[in-house]
């Protein structure tokens, strides 16, 4: 990056598991992680949203950390930069604010660094950092991501179709995503995974084949993590009932929670916005949808942009 230039990079934010997808499933959402990096003689972050400010603001901050640390693995050093950041994404609410960081991370370390990463090694690196791939995944591709990560890969499948909308359902109280995992328990019984894994199968399929009830069923038939979780989520319970009384198709905790996520279909979800607000006037309800762009990277220098 030469002097004069700007370097914008937006990352939207993810829900994962939406119910029986584990720690495999994604679905990016319209609310954005916003950098604008320009050249400086010294590592200088300014946050431009309340929720970001405090964070550390020099290179201590956790997204040059990540960017840092991609660079070195490829025998590069990241230089100096200023960086002002501004965020939609609540942080500690289960929408993938830690994830959308790191990809930020990974992405401005490719940017300044010109490492030239692919998407798929990017998607690598991001879910080795998270230390699974549907976050990461969401903010990456867009859409909706399936994905696994062994050992020895991280493949994903990416579904842009999808013709839904989301109501978001945000209390006030953060949950950490080690409190959330604290309940899970160590092991399932043979045949509750088959169970388990029968209920993600048929919840990707029915979603894919635009079978909406379907997979809303499949999503309160959850057996991996929200039987376990309930008791960190008071309002899930009743938001499984009012917002399928009020039409939506499925309801699900978004990651760790406490968020949870209502699905309807396209052009219900303010109006279903609306009846929620009046019955849970505790809850911040926002009507979103499904981004399907991932990622973008934006170099601009005066009026000249090139998209990376």
């Known amino acids: 990056m030469m002097e004069g230039e700007m370097l914008t990079i ?19 959402l319209n609310l954005y992680l916003k950098l604008e990096v320009t050249h400086s003689e010294t590592w200088k972050v300014v946050p431009l949203t309340s929720q970001l400010t405090d964070f550390p603001t020099d290179k201590s901050h956790f997204i040059f950390q990540i960017a840092m640390n991609t660079a070195k693995a490829y025998g590069k050093v990241l230089p100096t930069c200023t960086m002002e950041i501004s965020s939609e ?11 959308a960081a790191i990809v930020a991370g990974i992405e401005l370390a490719d940017a300044l660094c010109g490492l030239k990463l692919s998407k798929q090694d990017k998607f690598g690196l991001a879910s080795a950092y998270e230390g699974h791939p549907d976050n990461a995944g969401a903010s990456l591709y867009g859409g909706l991501v399936i994905g696994v990560m062994m050992e020895s890969y991280t493949d994903a499948v990416v579904l ?3 013709d839904c909308e989301v109501v978001a359902a945000i209390p006030q109280e953060e949950l950490l995503t080690k409190e959330s995992r604290k309940v899970l328990p160590s092991h399932l019984k043979f045949n509750e995974a088959v169970k388990a894994g029968a209920v993600g ?13 379907l997979a809303g069923k499949m999503m309160k038939s959850d057996l991996y993590h929200q039987p376990y979780r309930k008791e960190l989520i008071p309002h899930l319970a009743d938001l499984e009932e009012k917002a399928i009384k009020y039409g939506a198709f ?26 929620l607000k009046e019955d849970m006037p505790l809850l911040d309800f926002k009507s979103l949808r499904v981004d399907h762009g991932g990622s973008t990277v934006v170099m601009s220098n005066g009026n000249k942009k090139a998209m990376s």
């Open 10 to 28: 937006e990352v939207p934010a993810s829900s994962a598991n939406l119910g029986p997808g584990f720690d495999s499933i994604g679905l990016a």
């Open 201 to 213: 199968n048929v919840f990707v399929a029915a979603l894919a084949n635009g079978q909406f009830e």
């Open 160 to 162: 842009h179709d999808l």
């Open 250 to 275: 499925g309801v699900a905790l978004s990651g760790a929670g406490p968020s949870v996520l209502c699905f309807t279909r396209s052009g219900y979800s303010a109006d279903l916005v609306r009846k």
């Open 89 to 99: 994404i609540p942080l500690a609410r289960g929408l993938g604010s830690s994830a």
